[in-house]
């Protein structure tokens, strides 16, 4: 038997927040990801999407989202009130959720925009946001002890300032992260890893993948047994991120 015939080991249902609004710079491109790696583990994944309006899907294994421009962030923001508690007890269920920038920073306590309208978040992430005149852009490199080197690129104008009860995904080495002042990116609280970073950041940072993949297994199935995965082509990506300019 080919190894593509080979028995399913299990499925996991993907649920992607807000396509329509928060997905800019590939960000659709970590859903893929997640997808492909749980076919090379030998799963299936269900892709599921929540847009603004819609009735919220019961049994989400993994759930991710990403970023927006401040008026997407507008458009979404009473859904995301409305499923405020959902969410939470998801998270606190252990959950592994990936946010992405926009996202990101509505999954914390408000991101108040550089006009001044303050977007309240959900409260999951002990974090604030503040918009300026200058936005953040440019390639970055994050150092982080989970997850090595992570690779991607910034483009906002919050910068977002963590409380004691998150700590940091990385620390900076290329870029500025969170904000300009401090030389973290990103934060991390229960199975939630939450970035700026686009590009997209899975296809070049897998093991954010496959973290958010054992974690969601191992919830749902009690255990992960992960397939034998030829990581040379992401490996020659992130060489390429890690030798470009800022
Ligand atoms: N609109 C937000 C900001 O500019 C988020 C941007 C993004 O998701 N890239 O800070």
Redesign the pocket.
């Known amino acids: 038997m080919s190894p593509d015939a080979a028995a399913s080991k299990g499925t996991v249902r993907i649920l992607q927040l807000y396509p329509r609004d928060?997905n800019?710079?590939g960000d659709w491109g970590n859903v893929l990801v997640l997808k492909q790696r749980l076919a090379w583990h030998g799963y299936d994944a269900v892709i599921l999407e929540h847009n603004a309006g819609d009735d919220f899907p019961a049994d989400v294994d993994i759930l991710i989202g990403?970023?927006?421009?401040?008026s997407?962030?507008v458009v979404i923001q009473q859904d995301l009130q409305s499923n405020a508690a959902r969410l939470r007890a998801l998270a606190e269920d252990g959950t592994p959720m990936l946010a992405?920038?926009?996202?990101y920073?509505l999954f914390g306590r408000f991101?108040k925009?550089h006009d001044g309208t303050v977007i309240p978040g959900i409260g999951i992430l002990d974090i604030e946001?503040h918009?300026g005149d200058a936005?953040l852009i440019g390639n970055v490199v994050a150092r982080s002890e989970e997850f090595g080197d992570i690779h991607g690129y910034?483009?906002?104008?919050?910068q977002t300032f963590l409380g004691p009860d998150v700590r940091p995904l990385a620390t900076v080495s290329k870029g500025e992260g969170n904000n300009a002042k401090e030389d973290h990116e990103g934060a991390r609280h229960l199975n939630i890893v939450a970035s700026?970073l686009?590009g997209s950041l899975l296809p070049k940072n897998p093991a954010i993948a496959d973290f958010l993949i054992r974690e969601a297994v191992t919830r749902k199935y009690g255990s992960f047994e992960p397939g034998t995965i030829d990581d040379s082509i992401a490996e020659l990506a992130r060489r390429h991120a890690a030798a470009r300019p800022r």
């Open positions: 928060m800019i710079y990403g970023g927006g421009q401040d997407g962030q992405i920038c926009g996202l920073q991101f925009t946001t918009g936005r910034e483009n906002h104008s919050g700026y686009h």
